[in-house]
T-cell receptor, first 114, second 113 residues
Framework: SQQGEEDPQALSIQEGENATMNCSYK?????LQWYRQNSGRGLVHLIL?????REKHSGRLRVTLDTSKKSSSLLITASRAADTASYFC??????????????FGSGTQLTVLP | ETGVTQSPTHLIKTRGQQVTLRCSSQ?????VSWYQQALGQGPQFIFQ???????GRGNFPPRFSGLQFPNYSSELNVNALELDDSALYLC????????????FGSGTRLTVV
């Protein structure tokens, strides 16, 4: 089952604008990760934020995490046409022992128009 | 440093058949996980292997099974294929331990007819 839900499901913006995607989840987590996927191919890891962190930056990416609201947001600044892809949040939780499980949301389809 | 390699890239099977998908993990990664992604959905966790043992499993029936080899490469086997097994199957590796991101392969697109 899907743990998280991304919002919006689809987002279309002009090149140069900022894109914000939100993610909500249900259970306690070890960390939350964001991934990007182009046209049904493999996922690319973008950024990881630990449960005790509130904000993290990587290049044009900014991620926030609010564990009290069980929500996260991904901001892509100064978007480019090449940022067009599906973006997924994934919660990382320990199952038992050393086993970890990523639970993905249903994704946000971002389209950046040139 | 090589990434995660999956083979084959595409596969068409008939309902009731069996299939084996293969994955070579990234160098230095001892943990491999498999995910199933249906069209328009996020990936769903199938199971995880660590040091050749399955140490975590999602909500998938026993006809989904796997192996991990001493070089940390892995196989996913699916028996008695059903039409609903049609999906993109993704392999991901990580160094193990908490707070590491995963490296995903490009996936195997399985179509069951």
């Amino acid at each position: 089952s899907q743990q998280g839900e991304e919002d919006p499901q689809a987002l279309s913006i002009q090149e140069g604008e900022n894109a914000t995607m939100n993610c909500s989840y249900k259970t306690s987590i070890n960390n939350l990760q964001w991934y990007r996927q182009n046209s049904g191919r493999g996922l690319v890891h973008l950024i990881l934020i630990r449960s005790n962190e509130r904000e993290k930056h990587s290049g044009r990416l900014r991620v926030t995490l609010d564990t009290s609201k069980k929500s996260s947001s991904l901001l892509i600044t100064a978007s480019r046409a090449a940022d067009t892809a599906s973006y997924f949040c994934a919660t990382d939780a320990l199952l038992s022992g050393s086993a970890r499980q990523l639970t993905f949301g249903s994704g946000t389809q971002l389209t950046v128009l040139p | 440093e090589t990434g995660v390699t999956q083979s084959p890239t595409h596969l068409i099977k008939t309902r009731g058949q069996q299939v084996t998908l293969r994955c070579s993990s990234q160098s230095g990664h001892n943990t491999v996980s498999w995910y199933q992604q249906a069209l328009g959905q996020g990936p769903q966790f199938i199971f995880q292997y660590y040091r050749e043992e399955e140490n975590g499993r999602g909500n998938f029936p026993p006809r989904f099974s796997g192996l991990q080899f001493p070089n940390y490469s892995s196989e996913l086997n699916v028996n008695a294929l059903e039409l609903d097994d049609s999906a993109l199957y993704l392999c991901a590796s990580s160094p193990g331990g908490a707070n590491y991101g995963y490296t995903f392969g490009s996936g195997t697109r399985l179509t069951v007819v």
